[in-house]
């Protein structure tokens, strides 16, 4: 019998638990609303749940790998989290975890478990070092060197979400801080910006196609955030050196209306040869998460 582990992806709307094989396929998986308003206990409760289920269906497992919204410390533990999940922060959630499931667990931050993917399975194979970027409701990342994930010293490296953006405009940030490129370039970001030059609500998808179909707001709001995404990434990548950058999240339905424009940017802010990294789509969707989190309890002993 193929040996598996046990992965769980814990976001603000839905908790996905797996059994993951060391090449990263799924053989099994459950899904949960997230408790996200009823607190840690709540949300460890759904784990464990989910957990038992999974190991009743198709046997026990002995390592478990989990990759969760929040800034994760060095210890498992979220320092920091948005106040769409209750009480998060603060929660010892590696600690926690390993004692109600009674196995050894790591947990990682959600972009590092969706890094990790990317720089062992996905678009970053074969490369020594990637910087990846998920774009969505907000904008995370993550950095990856031979293989594994850069932590960092309190757990937020590769953080190019909360890099400044060249475009000020006093654009609050979740995190607190203003002017941030997730104050641009995350799908909440645009479509908060159609709403405000046109006083109408519009998806993202929606966005693209009236920008395909010529509406002159639309088209402004993405190349605007283009600008920042590709400064953003072209003077992140000064710092990190990375060999290759990898994009992923829901933001990428707007395909090369963002991208191209965006390496555009990223190529007049980098420096020497690394004008040349190439910044590509990640390859895997949504079970990229949940899949790095099965890598990283693979590569614990």
């Not at 998806?203 to 605007?224: F, K, M, P």
């Not at 990434?233 to 829901?250: K, P, R, T």
């Not at 980098?270 to 998460?289: D, H, R, Y």
Request: aromatic fraction near 2%; hydrophobic fraction near 50%; charge should be negative.
């Amino acid at each position: 019998m193929t040996e598996l582990v046990l992965a769980v992806d814990i976001g603000g709307t839905k908790i996905l638990a797996g059994l993951v094989a060391a090449d990263g396929a799924i053989a099994a998986s459950e899904q949960v609303a997230t408790p996200a308003r009823e607190g840690a206990d709540a949300i460890i409760a759904a784990v464990v749940a989910l957990a038992e289920k999974l190991q009743r269906d198709r046997g026990k497992v002995t390592r478990c790998g989990v990759g969760t919204a929040g800034v994760v410390g060095e210890h498992g533990e979220i320092t920091s989290a948005t106040n769409h999940l209750s009480g998060w922060a603060g929660t010892r959630l590696q600690d926690r975890l390993a004692e109600a499931l009674g196995m050894p667990t790591i947990v990682l931050n959600d972009v590092q478990a969706v890094g990790l993917c990317e720089a062992l399975l996905g678009a970053a194979k074969g490369h020594r070092s990637a910087l990846m970027l998920a774009l969505g409701t907000g904008v995370g990342g993550a950095i990856a060197r031979n293989g594994m994930i850069e932590r960092g010293a309190w757990g937020i490296a590769g953080s190019v979400g909360h890099h400044l953006s060249p475009i000020r405009r006093g654009r609050p940030c979740p995190c607190g801080a203003t002017d941030h490129l997730e104050a641009y370039a995350s799908g909440t970001a645009m479509e908060a910006e159609y709403r405000t030059r046109t006083g109408r609500s519009a998806g993202l998808r929606d966005i693209a196609a009236l920008a395909r179909s010529g509406d002159d707001a639309a088209s402004a709001v993405i190349a605007e955030a283009a600008e920042v995404l590709g400064a953003c990434i072209g003077s992140a990548n000064n710092v990190v050196d990375a060999e290759i950058v990898v994009v992923g999240g829901g933001v990428l339905a707007l395909g090369d209306l963002l991208l191209a424009p965006a390496r555009a940017a990223a190529k007049r802010e980098a420096l020497g040869l690394s004008k040349a990294v190439e910044i590509v789509p990640a390859q895997f969707g949504p079970t990229a998460c949940l899949i790095g989190a099965g890598l990283a309890a693979w590569a614990t002993t």
